[in-house]
């Protein structure tokens, strides 16, 4: 009996795995949180690369209509067309003040330029996680869809060979194992040169002639039934 017990233990954990895996396959076919999570970061990159560059070109546009209204004040400046020395006093202040205008929304346009490199470099970032997750989701798409057929079958084999040794078991042994298999897993641990597979420390001589006589011994540290 207690060999049919080691197997049922085997066969529930055969179970137990192959509809774990059964999960994370389904789960992985409604889609990959982290997949989402990376496009989701890469469509808020593309905005921040947008901004970046419409706040450059209008830095840019800024510049450049000062630079021309400079140029335009320069002319006048030094065309001879203003003579009178309050027109001329007025005139440089004006020009000195634009010089200064036109060197500060220069290093804005370098640093809304920075700015953009930057944005743009995150995005290419993000873009190529985004890519190689696609990749490795189709990869594992195609593994799930070979391995799903074939993890089905040996699921069914394992109900099927489990439901045989429940009804080949007495009631009375199944009763003990599922009250071990309820707080222990493995329930059945093998005895090895005189040891417990479950707690690896040595069993009782008592309790190796009992379980020799195929009795149900029970180890005393673990608790787990034990099989020669």
Same mark, same amino acid.
């Given at each position: 009996?207690?060999?049919?017990?080691?197997?049922?233990?085997?066969?529930?954990?055969?179970?137990?795995?192959?509809?774990?895996?059964?999960?994370?396959?389904?789960?992985?076919?409604?889609?990959?949180? *982290? #997949? /989402?999570?990376? %496009? +989701? &970061? !890469?469509?808020?990159? @593309?905005?921040?690369?947008?901004? $970046?560059?419409? =706040?450059?070109?209008?830095?840019?546009?800024?510049?450049?209509?000062?630079?021309?209204?400079?140029?335009?004040?320069?002319?006048?400046?030094?065309?001879?067309?203003?003579?009178?020395?309050?027109?001329?006093?007025?005139?440089?202040? *004006? #020009? /000195?003040?634009? %010089? +200064? &205008? !036109?060197?500060?929304? @220069?290093?804005?346009?370098?640093? $809304?330029?920075? =700015?953009?490199?930057?944005?743009?470099?995150?995005?290419?970032?993000?873009?190529?996680?985004?890519?190689?997750?696609?990749?490795?989701?189709?990869?594992?798409?195609?593994?799930?869809?070979?391995?799903?057929?074939?993890?089905?079958?040996?699921?069914?084999?394992?109900?099927? &060979? !489990?439901?045989?040794?429940?009804?080949?078991?007495?009631? $009375?042994?199944?009763?003990?194992?599922?009250?071990?298999?309820?707080?222990?897993?493995?329930?059945?641990?093998?005895?090895?040169?005189?040891?417990?597979?479950?707690?690896?420390?040595?069993?009782?001589?008592?309790?190796?002639?009992?379980?020799?006589?195929?009795?149900?011994?029970?180890?005393?540290?673990?608790?787990?039934?034990?099989?020669?």
């Amino acid at each position: 009996m207690i060999e049919q017990l080691a197997e049922l233990s085997d066969l529930e954990a055969e179970l137990a795995a192959a509809d774990l895996e059964l999960a994370q396959i389904a789960a992985r076919a409604q889609g990959d949180p *982290e #997949l /989402a999570r990376l %496009r +989701g &970061r !890469r469509t808020e990159l @593309e905005a921040e690369a947008q901004r $970046a560059a419409a =706040a450059r070109r209008s830095e840019e546009l800024e510049l450049g209509a000062l630079a021309e209204r400079l140029q335009h004040q320069e002319r006048a400046l030094y065309d001879g067309s203003v003579r009178h020395p309050g027109d001329l006093q007025r005139r440089e202040h *004006e #020009l /000195a003040g634009m %010089r +200064g &205008r !036109r060197s500060d929304h @220069e290093e804005r346009v370098l640093a $809304a330029m920075e =700015a953009e490199e930057a944005a743009q470099a995150e995005l290419e970032a993000a873009s190529s996680a985004v890519t190689a997750a696609e990749a490795h989701a189709a990869e594992r798409g195609v593994a799930d869809a070979v391995r799903l057929p074939s993890l089905e079958r040996a699921r069914r084999a394992a109900a099927d &060979r !489990r439901e045989q040794c429940l009804a080949a078991v007495p009631e $009375a042994g199944l009763r003990v194992y599922r009250r071990t298999a309820a707080h222990r897993t493995p329930a059945v641990a093998r005895v090895r040169h005189g040891t417990c597979s479950g707690c690896r420390l040595p069993v009782p001589p008592r309790l190796l002639d009992q379980a020799r006589r195929d009795q149900l011994a029970v180890c005393e540290t673990c608790e787990r039934l034990l099989l020669l």
